[in-house]
Nanobody
Framework: QVQLVESGGGLVQAGGSLRLSCAASGIIFSLNVMAWYRQAPGKQRELVAAITSGGSTNYVDSVRARFTISRNNAKNTVYLQMNRLKPEDTAVYYC???????????WGQGTQVTVSS
């Protein structure tokens, strides 16, 4: 049974920081590209950042230089360090795992991030 459990969301003032974590179980972590997506009210879910098992990363332009994605393959955990948060970063953030062999996607339940102005 695959489980992706996010933590670390909350309410923060603009300019502040949060660190999201996602603990994965039931998958071969090293065979999955890990990513964070977000969905704001009334908007489509968008890719925020992704990281391969080898550490290659990519980011949506709006968060580049403010957010950092990282992973600990020994702990089956992926992180999203979010700095200089803006009100437009407010969304539910979802952890995603994509198996590189089958392209199967797995999703966490989401964690709310709210940035007040």
């Amino acid at each position: 049974q695959v489980q992706l459990v996010e933590s670390g969301g909350g309410l923060v003032q603009a300019g502040g920081s949060l660190r999201l974590s996602c603990a994965a179980s039931g998958i071969i972590f090293s065979l999955n590209v890990m990513a964070w997506y977000r969905q704001a009210p009334g908007k489509q879910r968008e890719l925020v950042a992704a990281i391969t098992s080898g550490g290659s990363t990519n980011y949506v332009d709006s968060v580049r230089a403010r957010f950092t994605i990282s992973r600990n393959n020994a702990k089956n955990t992926v992180y999203l360090q979010m700095n200089r948060l803006k009100p437009e970063d407010t969304a539910v953030y979802y952890c995603n795992a994509r198996d590189v062999r089958t392209q199967t996607n797995y999703w966490g339940q989401g964690t709310q991030v709210t940035v007040s102005s």
